[in-house]
């Protein structure tokens, strides 16, 4: 265990946080500088003030008052960050929702939410419309990045209202703000964020790891209705007064490279899987990235070592590992710009501290022995909405349950082995699919893997691989292909890790936020 280090900067108990993250630079002297460049457009600190204030007083004119909820089905843009920012000046709490969703998971996200208003995208709402149906709790449905005919317009409704916007008295350990889960299993929950937990994450990771500057330009490929991205293209550069990239396009790796490169980012947030495709893309692989890049930072899933060597070499940028969750809203164990160890999550975020505990709930302090990890700061949730048994398992005093499995090594890094409901054990002996996984990726002909328990005509437990071929090869050379990588990998790791079945496919199934659907693999 590690002992917290309480050095973010404390709040005073009444505090909004709009006022740190928008407010503080109309009086740093930042009105003319860039705050966001969109897909529109290149907006500077002080229209930015204005937008969140028009979108605030458009909320607080449809009725709404303090703590009533409003959902965000919406793309990265300026409008994101207005509606996203208003709410919370207002003393409203947003609910940003994954942009990919189907229907049937937006009707029960808006009917599980309450919220009265909804602002979504203009190209989003086909599939929305479908989960209106049976909404009693809503009372509007604005259109924002465009507009629909016959409904109403986000920028109409706001250019019309008022610039200025008296702040709402809220407290530090108000609710800011709800993220949902990713819903893995079951029914997405809500998960419920703090006024005070936004300026925690900016300091203990922004500032004091990453060390972000108000000279930095931003781009994450992690959209910002995921915990990752809100924090990488919010609070983050907006807490100290950077310019931010948005896109409402998907992250391919000629895109990045393209954003990265136009507006010379200094800043890169990308995922495991995101960086293995730009390596691995045989289209882009003589573009260069931006000359000025400095920080590269993975996390959503641990990234295996290959891939952060690779692209070190390719751009000669060390990229930063992390582990977060939504219910912590960010990353919590991290490598350092000057501490990489690729294959290892690094160590505790400074305000952080991190514990391993076993299957009878007893603290781990053995190098190399796998718990499951808890960690405590002041970024954790308060809890899920109407989720009281889950809340409990989850949250427990200071201590949140990640349900990841890890161990330590003898210097107290972390090392990561998988989900607690991806471990299994064959022969018995723990098998980390992430282990695996790792070793499958220094092959240089496999792009991707995953591997998942897989039982044998016996019913005996062995791990098999889902493999992601560089050059897919013809269906006659799988058996061929399949012995090579078995044999390659009882030479990097233990024999009896090595995946009895093997199959090649064409693409992983991934959730919107990049990470691998091991799940969905699983023979039924």
Not at 70 to 86: E, K, L, P, T, Y
Not at 395 to 401: E, L, V
Request: charged share 25%.
């Amino acid at each position: 265990m590690n002992d917290r280090d309480d050095h973010a900067n404390p709040v005073p108990r009444r505090f909004n946080a709009a006022t740190h993250f928008i407010d503080q630079h109309l009086d740093a002297g930042r009105l003319d500088k860039i705050a966001y460049i969109d897909d529109e457009g290149r907006y500077p600190y002080g229209e930015l003030a204005v937008r969140v204030n028009q979108c605030g007083n458009v909320l607080r004119n449809a009725g709404l008052g303090a703590e009533a909820r409003i959902a965000m089905i919406m793309q990265d843009s300026i409008d994101f960050v207005s509606v996203f920012w208003g709410a919370i000046k207002a003393g409203i709490v947003p609910v940003p929702i994954n942009t990919l969703l189907t229907a049937e998971h937006y009707r029960y996200i808006l009917q599980d939410s309450r919220a009265q208003i909804l602002v979504v995208s203009a190209a989003l709402y086909p599939v929305v419309a479908e989960a209106l149906g049976d909404q009693p709790a809503l009372r509007e449905v604005i259109i924002a990045d465009g507009a629909i005919d016959g409904m109403p317009s986000l920028d109409a409704l706001r250019t019309a209202t008022s610039g200025s916007l008296a702040c709402a008295d809220t407290c530090a350990d108000e609710v800011a703000f709800w993220l949902y889960s990713s819903g893995s299993t079951g029914n997405p929950k809500g998960v419920k964020h703090l006024h005070r937990s936004l300026m925690y994450t900016a300091n203990a990771f922004g500032r004091d790891v990453l060390g972000i500057r108000e000279d930095d330009i931003v781009y994450s490929a992690a959209k910002l209705f995921f915990a990752y991205g809100l924090g990488n293209g919010m609070t983050f550069p907006l807490a100290v007064g950077a310019t931010t990239i948005l896109t409402r396009e998907r992250p391919t790796p000629a895109l990045v490279l393209a954003l990265l490169r136009r507006d010379s980012a200094t800043v890169y947030f990308g995922v495991p899987t995101l960086y293995a495709a730009i390596l691995a893309d045989e289209a882009t692989r003589a573009e260069p990235g931006s000359s000025r890049l400095r920080l590269c930072i993975s996390a959503g899933e641990a990234l295996p070592e290959a891939t952060g060597r690779r692209w070190q070499e390719r751009f000669g940028v060390p990229v930063i590992d992390g582990v977060g969750s939504t219910e912590m809203l960010h990353i919590f164990l991290s490598n350092r710009p000057d501490d990489v160890r690729y294959g290892a999550s690094g160590l505790p975020v400074p305000g952080y501290a991190a514990k391993l505990v076993d299957d009878a709930g007893e603290v781990i302090t053995a190098a190399h022995e796998i718990g499951e990890l808890a960690v405590s700061g002041d970024s954790s949730a308060e809890g899920y909405w109407n989720q009281i048994e889950k809340s409990r398992r989850t949250f427990a005093g200071t201590w949140t349950f990640t349900g990841d499995k890890y161990f330590r090594d003898e210097q107290g890094y972390y090392h990561f082995c998988g989900r607690t409901d991806d471990m299994f054990k064959s022969g018995g002996n723990w098998v980390s699919p992430f282990d695996v996984e790792t070793v499958l990726m220094t092959h240089p002909e496999v792009v991707e893997a995953a591997v998942v328990a897989h039982a044998d005509g016996d019913g005996n437990i062995k791990p098999k691989a889902f493999v992601v071929l560089r050059n897919p090869a013809p269906a006659s050379e799988y058996a061929e292909r399949e012995r090579e990588l078995q044999d390659f990998v009882k030479q990097h790791t233990e024999k009896w890790k090595y995946p009895r079945w093997i199959e090649f496919i064409e693409e992983l199934p991934k959730t919107a936020t990049g990470k691998i659907q091991r799940y969905k693999l699983r023979a039924p």
